[in-house]
């Protein structure tokens, strides 16, 4: 079935480094993704969207890009700190008959190393 | 702004009882609204979408009579978890849309004892 999916469940990077988190996707007829960062016992939190018309955004210290063209979006984090250590969630708007819902891929949990 | 909150944090319930968690968006309407369900170590799944004035739309295997969902206003949106039982045990997440964006309350870990 259609899915929002991701290529790591883990990611371990040095505080500092720039970290790279991957998803890819199954419906073509998506337009809007988003990521989402979840600390433990928490809810998920906004980070960051973007549309099918762009290709790149960028935002305080991260960026997601889409290619359309394999179905892949990434998100990227500037100099990662310990606090950047949570699970990130890439999530796509799926219509339906009441308007749309929100679909959450698999997650990838990011180690930040001090 | 889009700040969503989700009351309780957490609860302990008995076996057989009804458990009642709420969902507000504190600085806008939501005329739409979402519960999910997640284990541990698992991704969010998507349990119903809550319209208001309007009866709940429940994703496939999801049991609309065991998790009532009540809409009633444009800043509040319920979920009753009826006669529950251990395996309902688990961290349900509420969500309001507002535009494109859903946003997200802190969540209620549930625990049926």
């Known amino acids: 079935g259609e899915s929002v999916g991701l290529h790591l469940p883990t990611l371990s990077v040095q505080e500092g480094d720039n970290s790279i988190i991957n998803c890819a996707y199954s419906?073509?007829?998506?337009?809007?993704f988003i990521w989402y960062k979840q600390e433990s016992g928490k809810g998920p939190q906004f980070i960051i969207d973007?549309?099918?018309?762009?290709d790149k955004r960028q935002g305080q210290r991260v960026t997601v890009l889409l290619n359309k063209t394999v179905k892949h979006l990434s998100l990227q984090i500037a100099a990662t700190q310990p606090g950047d250590s949570a699970v990130y969630f890439c999530?796509?708007?799926?219509?339906?008959?009441?308007?749309?819902?929100?679909?959450f891929g698999a997650g990838t949990r990011l180690f930040v190393k001090a | 702004g889009a700040v969503v909150s989700q009351h309780p944090s957490w609860v302990i319930c008995k076996s057989g009882t009804s458990v009642k968690i709420e969902c507000r968006s504190l600085d806008f309407q939501a005329t739409t609204m979402f519960w999910y369900r997640q284990f541990p170590k698992q991704s969010l799944m998507l349990m119903a979408t809550s319209n208001e004035g309007s009866k709940a739309t429940y994703e496939q295997g999801v049991e609309k009579d065991k998790f009532l969902i009540n809409h009633a206003s444009l800043t509040l949106s319920t979920l009753t978890v009826t006669s529950a039982h251990p395996e309902d045990s688990s961290f349900y997440i509420c969500?309001?849309?507002?535009?494109?964006?859903?946003?997200f309350g802190q969540g209620t870990r549930l625990t049926v004892v």
């Open positions: 419906n073509s007829a998506s337009d809007y």
């Open positions: 969500s309001a849309r507002e535009g494109l964006t859903a946003f």
């Open positions: 973007i549309r099918s018309n762009m």
């Open positions: 999530a796509e708007n799926k219509g339906n008959t009441g308007g749309f819902k929100t679909i």
